[in-house]
Structure formats: C-alpha cells, structure tokens
C-alpha cells in the first residue's frame, strides 16, 4: 500500500474530523460521566442524579435542578466549540469553571444517541425536549414536561466506533466500577450538592447504588457515601505548604505556558482526610484514593506516590484512604492538557512534592503512635 500514489493531499471533511475528535474527547463511559456531571456543578445545581441502564452500555442519563437552557442557545449549544464558560484565551488561566472547551456534547452527538430535556426557571413546568443531528445540529424541538434543570441522555455509547463499543462490552464491569469511583469523588467534594446514583439491569430493578444529602462539609459527604465507620478511622488534613520555587530543570513546570504563574501565590493547602497512621485502625477504612485541585477532581500520580511513601513509612502493611483536595492560585496549574481533561499540569511539582511529604510526615508524627490493647 506504501508509497501512496497521487501525491493528492487534501483536507479531511468536517463531519469526518469531528468523529475522529470525537472520540478523542470521550474516551470511555468516565468520560461521559464526567462532562455531564460537571456542566451540572457548572450550571449551579444542587441535585445531580446520574442514572445508568445496563451499568451504562445502554444508556446514561445525567438530570439537574441547574440553571437550565435558554431558548436562544438551542441551536448552538451541542455545536463543536460553542461555550457560555470562555469568553477569551486568556480567561483559560483564571478558570473556576470545569468546562471551558465546548466539545462535550459535540462529541456526545457524535457517538451516541443523545438528547436534552431543559427548562429555566421562568419556563413553568413546562421544558424543552432538543434532539440533535450527529454534526451537533439542532433536529427539532418539542415541548416537554419538565422541572427546572437538565437532563441529558445518552444512549447506545460508541454505537458507530464498533472497536471501541466491543471493548466497552468486554469490559463493563471493571469500566463500571471506575465510574463509580469517580462519582464517590464528585459527590463528596460537592458540598451542599445531592447526589443520587442508580443503575438498572435489563428485566432488573432500579437499584440504588449511592445517595448523598445536602451536607454542609465533605465530612458528611464522606459519611454518606463511605459510612460512618469511615470517618472514625480518618485523621483530618489541613497542611499549609510554603513553597520555595525548585531549582532544579522541571519538565512538569507550566512556566513556558504561562508566564504569569511566577506571580501567582506560592501557598498551596491541602484539605481533606486521610487514614490515621495507626495500625489496625486504618482498616476501618476502604481502600479509596481521591485527589483534587481546587475541588475538581484529577489524577495527580505523583502527589500519590508522595502521600502513599509517607504514609508506608508509618505503616507498612495498610494502604490509606486519601481524600486530598490541594487549594492553590488557579494561575499554578494547566487543566488544558488532553482532550479529555484529566491531566494536570502543576506549576513547580517538585517543590510541592518536598513540601508535601515534609507537612505530612509532621502530621503523622503528630498522631498517638501506640498500638491499641487489641492489637498487642
Ligand atoms: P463546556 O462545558 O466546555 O462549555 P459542553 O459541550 O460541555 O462545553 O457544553 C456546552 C454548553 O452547553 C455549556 O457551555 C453550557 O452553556 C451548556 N450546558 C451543558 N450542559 C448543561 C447543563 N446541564 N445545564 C445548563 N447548561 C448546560
Ligand atoms: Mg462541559
């Protein structure tokens, strides 16, 4: 097949790059879950209930009480790029919203069978039903029963990336529980944010999976979500990192992206909860690991590796629960990483790490070391 003849080099068609991106933007079932959930935090709701068919393969559906959809953004809302988050390039480095790209629900229209039931406030009971062509065009709109909020749906995930879809079958359960793990981190960073999960098997009942309430801490979230066993083995986290800039050559240093990040605030705080260091009685406690920035949920492996170390060196035979939310300037980190928004790019990481594990290993030295009667 090589060389390819012609010497013809022409531009892919738009309806063809937008299902090639696509699927770069949402990878798998966490990534539709997680756009969803965080337009609702971004549309200011205080209920978010996510509800699965078929742990997903068949269908998703994400409803809110927020904002909802004014009529005027109907045609453009599910259009690649169209965003209400950002308004200029420079507004990326200050951003408190999660979304800010506008791909989401391009894409979701792109791969699956997807509609959008809104009303606002002042539509009364009565809301939208949007229906989408795969470009992200509107189709057509009728008038639907709704509360204030939003439901998206969607169905039939990957039904035109046969590949993608197989594998997605082949490994439900494990994509599943990913999900779930994910959803355990936005409901208990969410404070005064209900979260209601529920999952239905084909002939099955709807199953409950995990409720939260309205709470006015993560602490109570924590309860909900995990027990109040839970929360008895955690040992709170509230560390003050005073970071002097590293040295050292840093690959992982935002600094090229952004000049403005050498001005920003030096101070990171690191909220949250972790297991106690005491052995036996982090036991107690699943095996969970959550970490955040700025209360937007995030994979942060080396932080992980920096809490998991310190925490080994007080207790080698158990693993911690974590719950780690790192408060920082909005200028010190790039969430623009990947399509698919999962990678953060701290600003001067290995001054973080050091001042980290040095803030940690006083907590835990902090902390009664003597093993329980029960355990000698
Ligand atoms: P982004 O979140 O990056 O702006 P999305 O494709 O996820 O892009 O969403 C496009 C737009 O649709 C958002 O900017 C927002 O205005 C609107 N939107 C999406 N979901 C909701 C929702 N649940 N409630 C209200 N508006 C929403
Ligand atoms: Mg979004």
């Known amino acids: 097949r090589f060389p390819v003849e012609g010497g013809v080099i022409e531009c892919s068609r738009e ?4 299902q090639i991106q696509s699927g770069q933007v949402i990878v798998d079932l966490c990534s539709v879950v997680k756009e969803l ?10 209920s978010i209930d996510v509800r699965f068919k ?14 909802g959809i004014a009529p005027e953004d109907f045609e453009t809302i599910a259009l690649k790029h169209y965003t ?11 951003l408190e919203t999660f979304g800010f790209r506008g791909e989401a629900l391009s894409s979701l229209c792109a791969l699956s069978q997807f509609h959008i039931v809104t009303a606002r406030a002042v539509d009364g009971p009565k809301g939208n039903k949007l229906n989408f062509e795969i470009s992200g065009k509107l189709k057509g709109t009728s008038v639907a029963a709704a509360q204030k909020g939003t439901t998206v749906a969607v169905e039939n995930l990957f ?3 046969p590949v993608r879809r197989k594998e997605l079958e082949k490994n439900i359960k494990r994509e599943y529980g990913k999900v779930l793990a994910l959803l355990h981190a936005y409901a208990c960073i969410s404070v005064g944010v209900r979260f209601a999960v529920s999952d239905q098997m084909p002939k099955g009942k709807k199953v409950v999976v995990f409720s939260t309430k309205i709470n006015p801490s993560t602490k109570e979230n924590i309860v909900n979500v995990f027990g109040a066993k839970t929360m008895l083995a955690l040992v709170k986290l509230d560390l003050k990192l005073e970071m002097q800039p590293s040295k050292g050559p840093s690959t992982q240093s935002a600094r090229s992206w952004n000049t403005q990040a050498d001005t920003g605030s030096k101070e990171v705080q690191v909220q949250g909860h972790i297991s106690k260091p005491i052995f036996g009685e982090g036991r107690q406690a699943p095996d969970r690991q959550m970490f ?6 995030c994979g942060l492996p080396q932080v992980s590796k920096a809490f998991n170390e310190v925490y080994k060196s007080f207790n080698v035979s158990q693993s911690p629960f974590i719950f780690a939310n790192l408060i920082m300037d909005t200028n010190a980190y790039d969430v623009n990483v990947s399509p698919d928004k999962r990678t953060i790019l701290l600003h001067d990481q290995t001054a973080l790490l050091e001042s980290l594990k040095a803030a940690l290993t006083q907590l835990f030295e902090s902390q009664d070391q003597s093993v329980p009667q029960s355990q000698l």
């Open 37 to 46: 959930v965080e337009n609702s935090l971004d549309a200011g709701a205080s």
């Open 15 to 18: 309806s063809q790059v937008h």
């Open 159 to 161: 039904r035109n990336l």
């Open 292 to 297: 955040f920035v700025n209360s937007r949920p």
């Open 54 to 67: 078929n742990h997903g393969l068949d269908s998703i559906e994400v409803q809110d009480n927020g904002n």
């Open 84 to 94: 209400s988050k950002l308004s200029s390039y420079e507004d990326l480095t200050g």
